[in-house]
């Protein structure tokens, strides 16, 4: 067991480790509930379009639950990227919500609005805002923690609340729909996705965040495993001093990671707000920036790993309206989930280093035993 935790597949043992886990944790409180948990899991699967409902409403079907589920897994994966290009510096971004609105707000006043602009035009104006907005208040946490090392778990809390209310105070002064209380919504050449498009004779949401984040996740991964810059980002995240020492910019590295986060944050903000949702709920941060942690540290901090992990975590966070209908238990159990997976994918790194010191009394044991069989058979 020790070697199959610091093996070359250990990030993948410790992944599937921590589903079952979570998977027998859920059953079990399920089963305390008196629900059937097999009922509830394949409850989850069935809203997210994965397995077929008994009923679906006009114009409506399998395909159109499974595209609903595209469209939100997009920004899930943008998000949790975010969170991996920080951590992998040794900053942990816990202000991804922020970002994400703040970037959506942006998006929504200046393009989405705005009814003379063509749908090619609008969607690319979008996309630059959701980066250029979420890219500078990520660089202004990074500067904050270079210039006056304050962390940045603190800074983005703070900024959370400051962009929240400010966003929610315009909203309810200058864009606020009188029936809802939300935001008004969006014109469709500004939104990330394609409505109403028939396919197999039912109306499907195609998203185009989904070959955004895809393409998002490939580009990070060859950053961190093929450049110079991804190189002293990890040195940094490893050992700052030792970076700095070799010559590393440290000051430098950390604005530009926090600035990177920032901008795949806006990106998955654009998606959630201009492409799921299509509007915003004033004062209220997306749960999905928090959900994007557990996705990070499912995937291992990989971005590869990553897409795996937000299709796991997404099934549970956009299956929960369905499953809580089926089986009478509140939606916020995804949440419940998502946390005890959390919980059990954080204790993957813990596990490691347990294996890690395991392996090394092992070796310690095996050398010692050595040099005493070496040292009689010189005496002999």
């Not at 939100?72 to 942990?92: C, D, N, R, T």
């Not at 090619?120 to 990074?142: D, Q, R, T």
Request: with cysteine.
């Amino acid at each position: 067991m020790a070697r199959l935790l610091t093996g070359p597949r250990a990030a993948v043992w410790s992944s599937l480790t921590a589903i079952v886990m979570t998977l027998l944790t859920a059953g079990v409180l399920l089963l305390v509930m008196g629900r059937n948990p097999a009922v509830a899991f394949y409850s989850f699967l069935q809203g997210c379009g994965f397995a077929p409902k008994a009923n679906y409403g006009g114009g409506s079907g399998m395909l159109s639950d499974l595209f609903d589920f595209l469209t939100y897994l997009a920004p899930m994966l943008l998000a949790s990227l975010a969170f991996i290009v920080a951590f992998k510096a040794g900053l942990f971004n816990i202000g991804i919500a922020g970002q994400m609105l703040a970037a959506g707000f942006l998006a929504t006043v200046l393009a989405g609005y705005n009814k003379t602009l063509p749908s090619p035009a609008a969607k690319l104006i979008v996309v630059v805002i959701g980066i250029a907005a979420g890219g500078l208040v990520g660089a202004f946490v990074g500067y904050l923690k270079y210039r006056f090392n304050i962390h940045e778990v603190v800074s983005t809390i703070m900024i959370n609340y400051i962009i929240s209310y400010l966003t929610g105070f315009f909203i309810n002064n200058n864009y606020v729909d009188m029936m809802t209380r939300t935001s008004r919504v969006c014109s469709p050449a500004a939104r990330l996705c394609l409505t109403n498009v028939q396919i197999g004779g039912v109306n499907c949401k195609i998203p185009f965040g989904m070959l955004i984040a895809l393409a998002a996740a490939f580009a990070v991964h060859f950053l961190f495993s093929r450049t110079t810059v991804g190189f002293e980002l990890k040195a940094v995240g490893r050992n700052a001093h030792c970076a700095q020492y070799f010559g590393v910019r440290v000051g430098r590295r950390l604005v530009l990671a926090m600035a990177l986060s920032g901008m795949l944050a806006g990106l998955a903000g654009v998606n959630y707000y201009l492409g799921y949702t299509n509007t915003i709920i004033p004062k209220t941060l997306a749960a999905m920036g928090y959900d994007s942690i557990s996705v990070a540290l499912l995937g291992s901090a990989s971005p590869i790993g990553a897409i795996f992990a937000a299709v796991i975590v997404s099934i549970f966070q956009q299956g929960a309206n369905y499953m809580s209908s089926m089986v009478g238990v509140a939606k916020e159990i995804a949440s419940l989930i998502t946390g005890i997976l959390l919980l059990y994918a954080s204790c993957g790194t813990y596990m490691k280093i347990r294996a890690e010191r395991v392996l090394q009394r092992a070796a310690d044991r095996t050398r010692d035993a050595g040099q005493g069989g070496s040292g009689q058979r010189e005496e002999a």
